[in-house]
């Protein structure tokens, strides 16, 4: 027996680990790819003499991150062709006032999406202002009954969230293959996680929704094919995390100290970049991965609110 087990392990060949850094997954190239087609799609609406898509913000309040993230959204729907129409309301509007404008909104023929601004002010019920919305012009895609078709086998919303129709995208032009794959997808947001978990499934991925109380987190995710990061946390997710190969998703945006920065700090993701970069097959950077991809998937959104228009009409 001895004698056959050394001649077995004689002809056996060593195991030889090769590591590679990883494809970036380029959230700015794909992001110019999808708004190109929809200045294309504007233009052919207009010569073929249909309304122009619009798009109305809703600001409420001073909070300085979401005036320049509307000053963005504004000057995307320039540059494809959407007109963009903006409202501002003091920090002091009641709940019946912004309802009351989201009402004027659903009514304007003009407008084809309507984004309210999160978060609101203090005091302000954000589920009843999203409730507000039709579900017709739900560009952000976070009103219940959208959601709620999205979570079902066999529905279509009509509206996908950004964000996470963003990181569907970035993974489809990497080539990923979704059918019979494990995705984990960490965060389970009501903004990020649980809406890409649900565009997983559909597209017959296994799916583990991981969480703070999730245990053995590490073991979990190094067993997934597609790994979606979206905690929150800066660079939670280390290299001995990731099963090598892997597609991994970075959603995180955290700020971290950095004193060669002129401003003392630096953006970086839920993911360990340096770390994990060696390991993954692809992966996307903080920034310029997923963040373009949210405002490209609200003009694609926008665009789809003026084709439901057309069909309504």
């Known amino acids: ?16 680990y090769i590591f590679m850094t990883a494809q970036l997954i380029d959230g700015n190239t794909i992001a110019a790819k ?3 087609r929809v200045a294309e799609a504007v233009q052919a609406r207009l010569a073929a003499g249909k309304p122009r898509p619009g798009l109305a913000t809703v ?62 002010p203090e005091g302000l019920n954000e589920e009843r202002v999203l409730n507000a919305i039709s579900i017709y012009k739900d560009v952000d895609g976070f009103h ?25 995208a970035l993974l489809e032009d990497a080539g990923a293959r979704f059918k019979g794959a494990n995705a ?17 499934l559909h597209r017959d991925c296994t799916v583990t929704i991981c969480h703070s109380r999730t245990k053995d987190l590490p ?5 997934a094919d597609i790994l979606v990061a979206a905690v929150g946390r800066a660079e939670m997710v280390r290299g001995d995390w990731v099963k090598p190969g892997a597609y991994v998703i970075d959603v995180g945006i955290n700020k971290i100290p950095d004193a060669t920065k002129k401003s003392g700090s630096r953006l970086v993701g839920d993911v360990a970049f340096d770390e994990v970069k060696e390991v993954a097959g692809y992966l996307t950077p903080v920034p310029g991965g997923v963040g373009p991809m949210t405002i490209a998937m609200l003009l694609q959104n926008t665009l789809r609110g003026a084709e439901h228009a057309d069909c309504a009409g």
């Open 144 to 168: 219940p009954v959208n959601i709620g078709k999205l979570s079902m086998k066999g529905r279509e919303p009509l509206f996908v969230p950004c964000t996470p129709a963003g990181c569907l």
């Open 1 to 16: 027996m001895v004698a056959k087990l050394r001649e077995h392990l004689s002809t056996c060949q060593p195991t030889v």
């Open 219 to 223: 073991a979990i995710c190094r067993n």
């Open 59 to 120: 600001l409420v309040g001073d909070n300085p991150a979401s005036q320049v993230y509307v000053r963005n959204k504004r000057k995307a729907c320039a540059e494809v062709g959407i007109e963009s129409f903006g409202y501002e309301l003091p920090k002091t509007a009641t709940q019946v006032e912004v309802e009351a404008l989201v009402a004027q909104l659903n009514a304007d023929p003009r407008v084809h999406g309507i984004l309210v601004q999160l978060p609101l």
């Open 34 to 36: 999808v708004r190109a």
């Open 184 to 200: 984990v997808v960490l965060g389970r947001s009501n903004i990020v996680g649980l809406p890409v978990a649900m565009l997983l």
